[in-house]
């Protein structure tokens, strides 16, 4: 069995939050894309979701590991990692609780164990609760270092497993953002930037884009100062960080540019055909702000995360455990929907 | 004759950019709105302008004073100020020259002092070029500054002419920000916000949008961390500065909420009824690109360019003087027409 034919791993996420719903939603409304994914979660908390979305013509079918899923129709593959918590579907949805914490976690480990014994081609993790796993005692802080972990004991190759440097691409269906800095104060963002730094995350941004479009990708870089700094006149760090990291990057052939001003450059790169057609295929912004703010304005319905720089694909949609929302089968699967469609483009082309 | 009868005054900005054409293209396209407006430039310019823009059967006329504006049509109205020095038609267009700018600012002088005189009602300011003011001696690094000056000598009541404090507002048809800090690096904005800071944006956002929007405006505070510092952990000014600010602004009864995330606050500004109307009449923004990023995201074509806190209303075209399209004819005045209407929109309530 080939790499290829191995299924796209959905993580069920907070067992009392969307996630579970969610994912049921999206085998509804997606079928063709459904093909090639599985639940990595709870069968009788997945039973309840289809429940929640008034599914009744659908069941869940276990299977015992992800590449043996199932061809029928009305039926929600699930692989029910070994190590899960009986009851789970016992806990009212809309709030946190440990248990289900723990259970997200190990749906999460199992799932990248899964993508290690090639099992799996990626990953699309339903949302957590990050007070959650706080309560439960988990010792990450989010998804993406627990992510980072996971793969540095599992892939590292020499004695020291070393985490390896990772950053989030948020994209939706007119940009592409790839942040320098990102959970951390505006002043410590600041205070973080450096050449290396900044070198590394056009690297991530390089390979990871080769598998979103054809040749070279067109990478954009944001200053951080008002007008790019205006020469040295409002800040320096374009001049002493900036634009050496732009130049390293130049000479090991990739297609960058800037340091542009901040406030024109995502307009640049948004693609709207054909009156708007992108100058750029991603915009590599130096705070979370910056990125997020233009990928967010028009809405964050179609938005995904997409975590770059690890042995594997992975991607979520760009929203909360919705605990308001839980239940009431009303939560929208487009996020996660476009963001099993990013993780199927970057692994039908992952090397 | 009233406040209310005396016309916009429209500056002519630097002759050897855009600013002439875009204001004759402005009185082609727009005649029921340049009926209250008028041209304070030099009338050899404005002719060449008619010229480049093809408006072979318009004219000039000249007046002594602004409010003696003709009614007839196919003509422009320009007031020239007496102290213009001749020959200015004469300079090529496209490139930066000390006397373009000079008269750049004897226009804006002449149009503030008869502003002063109520003989006119506001001011819409075309572009002038920076360089080319620091090239001919001009003491202000650009227009705001200059207003703020000329502001300060005319219509300071007391023995010291005390500097106004002013704020940035830019606009279009979805969004309006206010900017808190303006042309400094990222690091000395951070070090510059202060409670009374915050709270002076606040009271002259209040005042200047009661002109625009019905009732109390709704005004949004963007934090400046990511999550808006989530309560303390990505950084503190939301805590010691933005917080506090806002309370003082509600205790003097204006409607501010905040501080709110800096990535989801404009998409919920952003008014594109009847799907998406806007939660808030206006944000403000702690630093130029979080202000200025959403609101350029879609384009500039529309851009508005606000001072609030003079003594007067005075918007610009959100764009420069644009030297590689000067003579050509192709500039487009949406900016400028943009521009004039929200003058007009705020002085016809300006109190």
Redesign the interface.
Known sequence: MTLAMAPLLLTMGDACGIGPEILVKFWLEQPQLARHCIVVGDPDVMRRALEFVGAKAWHVHVVSEPLLRPAESAVLPVWCPVRLEAGLSQIPVGGVDARSARASVVCIEAAVQALHQQQGRGIVTAPIHKAAWHLAGVAYPGHTEMLQVLAAQLWASGQQALLLPVRMMLTNDQLRVVLVT?????????DALTVEGIVQTLRITDKSLRALVPGNPRIAVAG????A??NGL????EIRLIGPAIEQARLENMDVQGPFA???V??RA?HAPPE?PAEFDVVVAM????G?????????DHGVNVTLGLPFVRTSPDHGTAFDLAGTGLASAASLTAAVRMASQLTNSFK
Do not use: C, W
């Not at 409002?234 to 760090?237: I, K, T």
């Open positions: 990102v959970h951390q104060s505006l002043r410590q963002a600041i951080l100062n008002p007008h700094g205006e409002f800040g320096d760090e901040p406030d024109t995502f307009m948004r708007h705070t979370h702000d910056h997020l703010i233009p990928v967010k304005y028009l809405g964050v």
